[in-house]
């Protein structure tokens, strides 16, 4: 089933909690934690003190996207904090196996992200462990960007690859989803759609929420997706 994981990055930090209760009842199922470090990316935002206090205010997973330098310290931080999902990028894992296995060893569900330079072949060997991969469809760092159309690809890829390997990983896409781009995106193969901009935006939260799954799950292929 394609799911709205809403971005808080672009919500209204001075009232949280309102704007995921809004994003949750407009149908939106995940709550998506973009953490940044300002050195693996441009931009410093959320660390597990705000997982912490939003893990009260909701009984949704709190699934937390780790864009820094040395993940592996912070794992236990996380999971203490109550993340849900946790996933770390390809690129800055040296041992990335052992690092998907420390989150496991945490008691949350591990992730891997590639950025739209990477190539989807590098994790093949990692597949098997993980509950899903994330496709970054802009270059990390910053909400609002644009759209890059060669992700639908890499995306598709990704599904057949499931197919072939007879694995049931989910795939996830994050970076410029709005009603303009959720359609290529569903029908390619992702059922976790990462939206922040186009959620929480000009004050409707909820109904943006609610647009933007009705036209995702409208683009949805008959068959059923993915689930770890």
Same mark, same amino acid.
Do not use: W
């Given at each position: +089933?394609?799911? @709205?994981?809403?971005?808080?990055?672009?919500?209204?930090?001075?009232?949280?909690a309102d704007?995921?209760?809004?994003?949750?009842?407009?149908? &939106?199922?995940?709550?998506?934690?973009?953490? +940044?470090?300002?050195?693996?990316?441009? /931009?410093?935002?959320?660390?597990?003190?705000?997982?912490?206090?939003?893990?009260?205010? %909701? =009984?949704?997973? @709190?699934?937390?996207?780790?864009?820094?330098e040395n993940?592996?310290?912070?794992?236990?931080?996380?999971?203490?904090?109550?993340?849900?999902?946790?996933?770390?990028?390809?690129?800055?894992?040296?041992?990335?196996?052992?690092?998907?296995?420390?989150?496991?060893?945490?008691?949350?569900?591990?992730?891997?992200?590639? /950025?739209?330079?990477?190539?989807?072949? %590098?994790?093949?060997?990692?597949?098997?462990?993980?509950?899903?991969?994330?496709?970054?469809?802009? =270059?990390?760092?910053?909400?609002?960007?644009?759209?890059?159309?060669?992700?639908?690809?890499?995306?598709?890829?990704?599904?057949?690859? *499931?197919?072939? +390997? !007879?694995? =049931?990983?989910?795939?996830?896409?994050? &970076?410029?989803?709005?009603?303009?781009?959720?359609?290529?995106?569903?029908?390619?193969?992702?059922?976790?759609?990462?939206? !922040?901009?186009?959620?929480?935006?000009? &004050?409707? %939260?909820?109904? =943006?929420?609610?647009?933007?799954?009705?036209?995702? *799950?409208?683009?949805?292929?008959?068959?059923?997706?993915?689930?770890?």
């Amino acid at each position: +089933m394609v799911e @709205l994981a809403f971005s808080i990055l672009a919500s209204d930090f001075a009232h949280l909690a309102d704007e995921v209760k809004a994003a949750e009842r407009g149908g &939106g199922s995940i709550v998506h934690v973009d953490v +940044m470090d300002g050195h693996f990316v441009p /931009n410093i935002t959320f660390g597990p003190p705000v997982v912490q206090a939003l893990r009260p205010v %909701t =009984n949704l997973p @709190l699934d937390c996207h780790l864009m820094v330098e040395n993940p592996d310290e912070f794992i236990p931080a996380f999971a203490e904090a109550g993340a849900d999902l946790l996933s770390v990028h390809q690129e800055v894992c040296r041992h990335l196996h052992r690092t998907l296995q420390l989150i496991s060893d945490h008691g949350m569900l591990p992730g891997v992200v590639i /950025n739209p330079a990477t190539p989807v072949d %590098t994790l093949i060997e990692v597949l098997p462990m993980v509950h899903y991969v994330l496709v970054m469809s802009v =270059n990390p760092g910053f909400g609002g960007q644009k759209f890059l159309p060669f992700a639908v690809e890499k995306i598709a890829y990704l599904a057949e690859l *499931r197919k072939q +390997m !007879g694995l =049931n990983f989910r795939i996830e896409v994050d &970076g410029g989803i709005a009603p303009e781009t959720v359609a290529s995106v569903v029908q390619a193969g992702a059922e976790m759609l990462v939206a !922040g901009s186009a959620v929480f935006s000009k &004050g409707k %939260t909820e109904q =943006n929420a609610k647009k933007l799954l009705k036209l995702a *799950r409208a683009a949805a292929p008959d068959k059923p997706a993915g689930k770890g």
